[in-house]
């Protein structure tokens, strides 16, 4: 969790560092719409995980056909990390 939320706040303080890495990894054409896509959402990096998140996502599976019933919060995330979440 701490790996994730230093990575997303370095991400939005700098998206040039997600270019660099794809740039790495993956061939000119891709990168170029890494680094677009990395930019633009960039402000929306965020490792909070709210309730109304996961009743969204619940009701998407079961439009689809993915979930039958309902998933609790508490275990689909694992809150005893909420604190990280703002480090």
């Known amino acids: 969790m ?16 997600a270019v ?6 993956f061939p000119a054409e891709e990168a170029s719409l ?3 896509e990395g930019g633009a959402y960039a402000p929306f990096y965020n490792p909070t995980i709210t309730e109304e998140m996961v009743a969204h ?5 079961r439009d689809i056909g993915a979930l039958d019933g309902e998933v609790r919060y508490g275990e ?12």
Do not use: D, G, H, M
């Open 76 to 87: 689909l995330v694992a809150t005893e990390f909420a604190a990280l979440w703002k480090e």
């Open 20 to 25: 660099k890495a794809a740039q790495r990894l």
């Open 57 to 61: 996502i619940s009701q998407f599976a």
């Open 2 to 17: 701490r790996a994730i939320v230093k990575t997303q706040r370095a991400l939005r303080a700098n998206p040039q560092l």
């Open 34 to 36: 890494i680094a677009y």
